[in-house]
């Protein structure tokens, strides 16, 4: 079953380092994540796309939320090296993501920690147009 690990919504920015944080309150290995749309919207052009979307830019299939470690390595999606991507069957308005399947899934501890991040955000590129604050709740599957 999905796990709940978020106490209270989680938010992110998309400007200036505003990462949404939470930590897995198990240990165990983590082999799917899923965000849950509760309010906001995030932006990269807002000029051009003032109302923002849930979770990415310009073009309706194309995502930039990401899911990193304490470090700032991205987890989620797997072997995505902070780019622009798509998840199938899902868009930048979807009212959840689901991250897919680990393997090998990520071995965490009680405490252990993870970073919403928009993106540009994280790159610290292109982000001064940015605006806007998407909050989810989180779950984990662990096995």
């Not at 899911?67 to 797997?78: A, K």
Request: include cysteine; glycine fraction near 6%.
């Amino acid at each position: 079953p999905w796990l709940q690990v978020n106490p209270n919504r989680v938010c992110f920015g998309a400007k200036d380092d505003s990462y949404g944080a939470f930590a897995v309150p198990y240990d165990g290995n983590v082999v799917s994540l899923r965000l849950v749309y509760i309010s906001g919207f995030v932006s990269c052009q807002y000029h051009t796309m003032p109302q923002g979307s849930h979770w990415g830019c310009a073009k309706e299939s194309q995502l930039t939320t990401l899911v990193t470690n304490e470090r700032n390595e991205v987890i989620f999606p797997r072997y995505n090296d902070r780019k622009i991507y798509s998840l199938a069957g899902y868009n930048y308005n979807s009212p959840e993501l689901i991250f897919k399947l680990l393997s090998p899934p990520l071995k965490v501890f009680s405490g252990y920690k993870f970073r919403i991040w928009y993106r540009q955000d994280l790159l610290n590129s292109s982000e001064g147009n940015n605006y806007g604050q998407t909050c989810a709740n989180v779950y984990v599957l662990m096995n």
